[in-house]
């Protein structure tokens, strides 16, 4: 999952000794062994579960167990959840937290307090930073250049004024976090291959930014579907870019029994206009009675026919 890449340096903070020491002494016995079979003789680990870390989960990730193995609990541990704490991430958050990011465990307090010290200087409010932080664990991982570099590079890429970058990412952290690549990819997509003016596409994103980290293929299957089938034009769709993050498979049953009703009419200057909200984001029941002015049972017996 896209949040769900370490930094390639997750180990970086340690000292190159204590590096040398995790690799070069596997603390786990190959294959026998697992973590849990440790809690009895660690008190760190005992600690960990106690917070409620699930260690079956830290032990799928690269490195993670040894580490927790190296770590004192007093010594290194408690400074990082008094910081958590501080940041803003709740006691019932903790252990979560630590499940998805053990390796913040192994960071230099003093580095951390730095990166949260560079996005209170961008204005980010306390409330923002614990809500990002907790959306996307592995946030505070990443160096100030890399974060300084990441904000820029959407505010300039897209256009965004710092207010409008600022409350995308709180939105979505994890544009921070994940590679660029495919956000590039993404925004090169809708420019080139579905047409979208660059103005179109900054509040595209804005409004929506996980197109950023979409699929293409169902970006370009669903912009295929709502403007060459049901011919919905660009800016229509800039106004309601939510309706990329529907799945096409509702689209289409909707449309296509929309159609079948004689309903299917998607162009505000007509009386009887359905807008692409009222058309994904109701529940069926509400679509059927208000938009279809049907029941229920006609919207499935029609789909059976599909």
């Known amino acids: 999952d896209w949040d769900d890449i370490p930094p390639s340096s997750a180990l970086e903070e340690i000292s190159e000794e204590e590096a040398v020491q995790i690799i070069a002494e596997p603390l786990l016995p190959p294959q026998s062994s697992t973590l849990r079979d440790y809690v009895d003789h660690s008190e760190t680990l005992a600690k960990l579960v106690h917070l409620g870390v699930d260690l079956s989960q830290v032990e799928k990730r690269q490195k993670a167990g040894q580490l927790l193995l190296t770590l004192d609990f007093e010594k290194d541990i408690q400074k990082i959840l008094l910081f958590l704490k501080d940041v803003g991430v709740e006691d019932s958050q903790l252990g979560p937290f630590l499940t998805k990011n053990p390796y913040i465990l192994a960071e230099d307090l003093e580095a951390l307090e730095t990166r949260v010290a560079y996005l209170k200087s961008k204005k980010f409010g306390n409330a923002e930073i614990a809500q990002m932080v907790s959306r996307a664990p592995y946030l505070l991982l990443f160096s100030v250049e890399r974060l300084d570099n990441r904000l820029s590079f959407f505010k300039n890429e897209l256009g965004l004024s710092v207010k409008k970058t600022k409350d995308m990412v709180i939105r979505l952290p994890r544009l921070l976090t994940g590679k660029l ?122 789909l059976k026919t599909l």
């Open 181 to 302: 690549e495919p956000v590039k990819e993404n925004l090169q997509v809708c420019q080139i291959e579905l047409g979208f003016q660059r103005n179109e596409i900054q509040q595209i994103v804005f409004k929506t930014p996980k197109i950023l980290t979409a699929s293409k293929k169902r970006l370009r299957q669903t912009f295929d579907y709502l403007h060459n089938i049901m011919g919905i034009p660009h800016n229509m769709l800039t106004r309601f870019p939510q309706v990329f993050n529907s799945k096409l498979l509702r689209i289409k049953e909707r449309h296509l029994f929309l159609a079948f009703l004689g309903r299917a009419q998607y162009d505000p200057a007509q009386p009887s206009y359905i807008s692409l909200d009222q058309l994904v984001s109701l529940p069926d029941e509400v679509f059927c009675t208000e938009i279809a002015k049907v029941s229920i049972q006609d919207f499935e017996k029609f």
